[in-house]
């Protein structure tokens, strides 16, 4: 906002000389005219001085035969949304801001408003464009070729596990982890309520039957009371589950130590769905690398992206090389095109692959970037003691993939669908957390284990809101959903 307002503000009393004076002076090509009382009657821009003159106005002439007319004006509660629209249907780049009193306070300018800030936007380094260069260079741009089996080498060694597979997405590759472990029609798998919908359907394609856990409050992610109650009443059931998918939250890793001992007392495998948890870690260990397979996502919004794809990681090199297999179709190797099994069409592509060779070698700035993102909103709004922001326990490193955030439902009347409506109207981007599975319509009819007597997962979704949190964002744009939110939740 323009808010050195005494520069524009002109009167009945002041001579057309000096108006264009202040025309020449500003650049801005509008002037405020203010009654005798000092509040906003009126603009006018360097366009009607011009018809003035047509008209047969001299120089020294005053505006005071200047025609009454109702000038586009806002509050000072107008949205900025609000504003822009005004703007974009009245084909105008400035604004004029009066508070209550009709007094003017400011001129809003077009080219500041009209900037949406985004949740989480791709951000290229600065080699990608090389690898898919050498690819059509070399004519590799099938779903196979050195940069799938550098990518697929390069990340193993960065997250320091045996082997893995470069597919199409990551929501492949948690089917693909399902198949591997013959889970089918009638078998059961444990699942984390809060997280993303494509962690849970795989279970569906594979014709099992989920069983959703709720999260702890101090990581947000599976509790360890909540599956080890699952697991009883499993045992109760003579149903074990086949596999248990522990899904690591914005960024932050799961209690790998307390989920896996209960796992391994039941001796049921976890898959850890990392998606959004590449780059952290849990006890100094890369998080995705804990369970017997793990998957990763280079979807458009993660930490890093493919603009699409995923990652099934494992130390059983037998799996991985299975996994391949079943996604390029299960092609038996015969000269004719055999098949014994069922194949998926999951592979990832030669050019995807260099994409995601270049921005593996900026994960570890992306890491750090979002994790300053989150640092100062938690600096910014400190003094707002009803935010309760995403904790980090002592062994966590997490990415902070998306600064999160919930409240203290006690002191508060707001809920997390809300803030980021009140956001929107500030053109912020910001999203209510993952809603939990066990509350989605679809999977309304499985079974659902809670932390303690309430669930954790619904009380942090009710009141959560995630922030944008790109590596790309500038200080501006955090300084001003710092503004805004402070603006909401005092
Ligand atoms: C993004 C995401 C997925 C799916 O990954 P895609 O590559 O988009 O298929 C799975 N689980 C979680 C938790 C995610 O955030």
Redesign the pocket.
């Known amino acids: 906002m323009i808010n050195n307002i005494q520069e524009f503000l002109i009167y009945r009393e002041t001579k057309v000389r000096e108006a264009l004076a202040i025309l020449d002076r500003t650049g801005v090509g509008l002037l405020l005219l203010l009654d005798k009382d000092g509040a906003f009657e009126r603009t006018v821009t360097d366009g009607d001085i011009r018809r003035l003159f047509l008209s047969g106005f001299q120089i020294d002439d005053s505006f005071a035969p200047l025609p009454k007319i109702q000038s586009l004006v806002v509050s000072e509660n107008t949205s900025r949304r609000d504003a822009l629209n005004i703007m974009n249907k009245n084909a105008i780049n400035h604004l004029p801001v009066v508070n209550e009193l009709g007094i003017p306070v400011g001129i809003l300018d077009r080219r500041e408003i009209d900037e949406q800030i985004l949740l989480s936007t791709p951000h290229m380094g600065e080699i990608e464009r090389e690898f898919v260069d050498e690819a059509f260079r070399t004519n590799w741009i099938a779903p196979l070729g050195p940069n799938v089996d550098a990518f697929e080498k390069e990340l193993a060694s960065l997250v320091d596990i045996e082997s893995a597979a470069a597919l199409s997405?990551?929501?492949?590759?948690?089917h693909l982890a399902l198949r591997l472990l013959n889970i089918g029609a009638g078998d059961l798998v444990f699942c984390s309520t809060l997280?993303?919908a494509?962690?849970a359907n795989p279970i569906i394609y594979q014709n099992a039957e989920p069983v959703f856990i709720d999260s702890d409050p101090y990581s947000w992610n599976m509790s360890a009371s909540a599956l080890e109650k699952a697991f009883i009443w499993a045992v109760q059931q003579n149903r074990l589950p086949k596999a248990v998918i522990v899904?690591?939250?914005y960024g932050q890793s799961a209690d790998m130590d307390s989920l896996l001992s209960i796992c391994n007392r039941y001796s049921v495998p976890i898959i850890e769905?990392a998606?959004?948890s590449l780059g952290a870690k849990y006890k100094g260990r890369a998080s995705g690398t804990f369970g017997l397979m793990g998957?990763y996502?280079?979807?458009g919004?993660?930490i890093i992206t493919t603009s699409?794809?995923?990652m099934l990681v494992s130390n059983n090199k037998e799996l991985i090389e299975k996994a391949r297999f079943l996604a390029t179709q299960a092609r038996d190797p015969a000269p004719h095109y055999q098949h014994s099994q069922l194949g998926y069409n999951y592979r990832m592509s030669n050019i995807l692959a260099g994409v995601g060779r270049g921005q593996l070698r900026v994960l570890q700035d992306r890491v750090e970037a979002r994790r300053a993102v989150f640092h100062a909103y938690k600096e910014g709004l400190s003094d707002i003691d009803i935010i309760e922001w995403m904790p980090e326990p002592d062994w966590s490193y997490s990415t902070h993939w998306l600064s999160a955030f919930a409240l203290k439902q006690s002191k508060t009347l707001i809920t997390g669908a809300e803030i980021v409506k009140k956001l929107a109207a500030e053109m912020i981007e910001a999203r209510p957390l993952?809603k939990p599975m066990h509350l989605q319509p679809f999977y309304s009819g499985y079974m659902y284990f809670s932390h303690d007597e309430s669930s954790i997962a619904d009380k942090i979704f009710d009141t959560g809101v995630c922030l944008p949190s790109g590596s790309n964002m500038s200080s501006e744009s955090l300084n001003r959903v710092i503004t805004e939110l402070r603006k909401i939740l005092k």
Do not use: Y
């Open positions: 997405s990551g929501t492949a590759a948690i997280t993303f494509a962690s899904v690591n939250l769905d998606a959004e998957i996502s280079f979807n919004n993660k699409g794809g995923g993952w």
